[in-house]
């Protein structure tokens, strides 16, 4: 299991969006409490599965962390938009990987195929999520998500709140890629009974 410093080292789209507001010695006496903030969540949350862990170690309890310890400083407007907009940042640089990636020819069909072996493995019953994985259609691919460790952990740590922007990551790396369409519908974060996901060649 990685320390909270070796996380902190990955999360600096955080870092510098406080900097966007803070002084540089304030910003950096938040960013250590941050990080003492997310030792905390990683000690009293070690015995979780190790699927589980892979969602909450890197993406949950950092995001909450640096969210929970800006709100305690400069109010909720602030420390949301730190998480959004990293968030946001974060997305569009793999948005850009996969445009250009499906550009390549016989790459959209594999895309589609790709995400259920993919989405079993790192999104599945072994990671915390409850699925419905619908019947295979070519060139199509549907699975809903009723239940989900990020609006699990994100209420237990006091910033449900933040689901949302995790569930908005997947229209923000999706939403707009060459010869491809994702639908949704709702999302669990944002008070629908699912996460539905649904990816197609156009």
């Known amino acids: ?33 941050a990080t003492e903030k997310l030792d905390e969540l990683l000690k009293a949350h070690a015995s979780l599965p190790k699927g589980v862990h892979m969602h909450t170690d890197s993406r949950i309890f950092p995001a909450a962390a640096v969210y929970l310890t800006v709100k305690d ?17 974060g997305c569009a640089k793999v948005e ?3 445009q250009k990636l499906m550009k390549l020819p016989g790459m959209k069909s594999l895309f589609v195929k790709v995400w259920d072996p993919m989405v079993r493995k790192i999104f599945g019953p072994g990671n915390g999520f409850q699925n419905v994985f619908y019947p295979k259609k070519k060139g199509e691919y549907r699975m809903d ?10 209420t237990e740590c006091g910033c449900p709140e933040l689901t949302k922007i995790f569930c908005e990551n997947d229209e923000r790396c999706y939403g707009n890629l060459p010869g491809l369409k994702f639908e949704r519908m709702g999302t669990l974060g944002k008070g629908a009974e699912r996460c539905d996901f ?5």
Request: proline fraction near 4%.
């Open 145 to 154: 998500v009723t239940a989900c460790p990020y609006c699990c952990y994100f």
């Open 73 to 89: 400083a400069a109010g909720p407007e602030k420390a949301y938009s730190v998480i959004e907009n990293a968030a946001a940042q």
């Open 198 to 202: 649904c990816l197609k060649k156009v």
């Open 1 to 33: 299991m990685k320390t909270a410093e070796e996380i902190m080292k990955k999360k600096l789209l955080y870092r510098t969006e406080m900097d966007r507001f803070l002084p540089e010695d304030e910003s950096e006496a938040l960013w250590r409490k």
């Open 96 to 98: 850009k990987k996969l």
